[in-house]
């Protein structure tokens, strides 16, 4: 997982990973600093694209990575449910 900083300052968590020999990435979710401070939310509620803290995009992260390990693509995941 990495950060990627858009022109405008905006922080957005990113995993890459490889699928059939290709690289695809996944935009886990934007960086909210102000999430840190508040309660917690419950990871189940929790899914990508949202603003996030940290420790919210680490256990989005591990849900990819899951998928991943069962050979499926957490983007074309994402995509599937967004439809």
Do not use: C
């Not at 905006?10 to 309660?39: H, N, Q, W």
């Amino acid at each position: 997982m990495y950060v990627a900083v858009s022109p405008a300052g905006a922080l957005s968590f990113r995993y890459d990973y490889r699928m059939s020999g290709r690289r695809e990435t996944l935009v886990i979710g934007r960086y909210d600093p102000d999430i840190g401070a508040k309660r917690g939310r419950n990871p189940d509620d929790l899914d990508y694209g949202m603003s996030l803290s940290l420790t919210e995009a680490r256990l989005l992260l591990a849900r990819a990575w899951r998928l991943v390990e069962h050979g499926e693509s957490p983007r074309a995941t994402v995509a599937a449910n967004a439809s």
